[in-house]
């Protein structure tokens, strides 16, 4: 039986995909290349469509004995789904649902959903739990929320079994040095701090400094990327073994603002990294950190690099290998 991987040629799909495959799986990753990467795909069989081409999707499915999909498919720039919300819908909810029914035809039942801490907007506490108020801020979290639910509905009417992970900061790359973190145009702090040290941007932006956070600026909780692709494997493992669906967070339960990464960026790169405040962006919460508490339990996760220079340290060295990201130019189909 083989997974598939939807976005698998993206940054976490791209991990997870190496972890499936370090661990024996059959590997099958669809991926329309319009943000991915073929040289991050290390192994398995990829397909370069788009989850909306009904025909291209049924293919997939006929040639393939697929038992669970892992699904990362998605546009995922905040900033962008503020200024073109329908784009959002069109690709994450209506992608969603077209491979919902593509399963269901297939009669596939299990499925594993890359979703996001912003579907909980700014929380009423932290560390946030899975039970906590959901109110997105931002047109992105509310397609996730929205792919949550249809989920949900496809469970009740259909018994296809899904689990939810809501994380918070991806960071880090792949210890093999293989794989890493390569988006155009780049948004991610970590990244963007590094292509400074790197001399390939002159700073970086600190967006808004009047946060009600300890130095004003915004909080968030950073996992390694490798630690997120375990959960994944984890979670398509109890959806075998039976479980029940479910939704959980992915984080360390530690939060660290923009200043704190820039510097610790600045010990781990021995560069300068200069620094100027912008105006704040529209949509993003003050703080965002996650209790993983029912992820530790239920899934048994366990995240085995949370040290923030650890994490910066393993993407430092995979942006020093490769300056210009993976080097395509944005030329990758």
């Known amino acids: 039986m083989a997974v598939l991987v939807t976005g698998g040629a993206g940054y976490i799909g791209s991990h997870t995909v ?18 991915g990467h073929r040289e991050a795909v290390l192994g398995g069989k990829l397909y370069v469509c788009d989850l909306r081409d009904e025909a291209a999707m049924k293919k997939v499915f006929a040639e393939n004995d697929i038992d669970a999909v892992i699904h990362f498919a998605a546009n995922s720039l905040v900033g962008e789904s503020m200024t073109n919300p329908g784009k959002y819908y069109h690709n994450n909810v209506y992608g969603t649902l077209c491979l919902l029914e593509r399963m269901q035809e297939a009669g596939v039942k299990r499925i594993v959903f890359s979703s996001t801490a912003a579907t909980y907007g700014n929380p009423e506490r932290v560390p946030i739990e899975e039970s906590d108020r959901t109110e997105p801020t931002n047109a992105y979290g509310e397609t996730k929320l929205a792919m949550e639910r249809m989920m949900r509905w496809f469970d009740t009417a259909h018994g296809m079994k899904y689990v939810s992970l809501r994380y918070f900061n991806a960071a880090g790359a792949h210890e093999s040095g293989k ?9 991610h702090l970590v990244p963007v701090v590094l292509q400074v040290a790197l001399g390939t941007r002159e700073a970086i932006s600190m967006f808004g400094d009047d946060y009600p956070t300890p130095d004003g600026t915004c909080i968030r ?84 690099r949370e040290s923030l220079e650890d994490i910066i340290a393993s993407a430092w060295s995979w942006h020093q290998a490769h300056p210009n990201g993976y080097g395509d130019g944005g030329e990758r189909s």
């Open 18 to 35: 190496a972890e499936l495959l370090a661990l024996g799986e059959d590997v099958v990753v669809v991926d329309s290349l319009e943000t």
């Open 179 to 187: 794989i890493g973190e390569d988006h155009q145009p780049e948004t």
């Open 221 to 304: 909780d950073y996992i390694h990327v490798q630690d997120l692709a375990d959960a994944h494997v984890l979670a398509v493992k109890k959806l075998r073994e039976g479980g029940e669906s479910g939704v959980y967070n992915l984080g360390s339960g530690r939060g660290y603002s923009v200043r704190e990464v820039v510097e610790v960026a600045r010990r781990v790169t021995g560069r300068p990294i200069p620094a100027k405040v912008e105006p704040r962006r529209a949509g993003d919460p003050a703080i965002l950190v996650a209790s993983s508490a029912r992820t530790v339990a239920e899934l048994g996760w366990q995240p085995k």
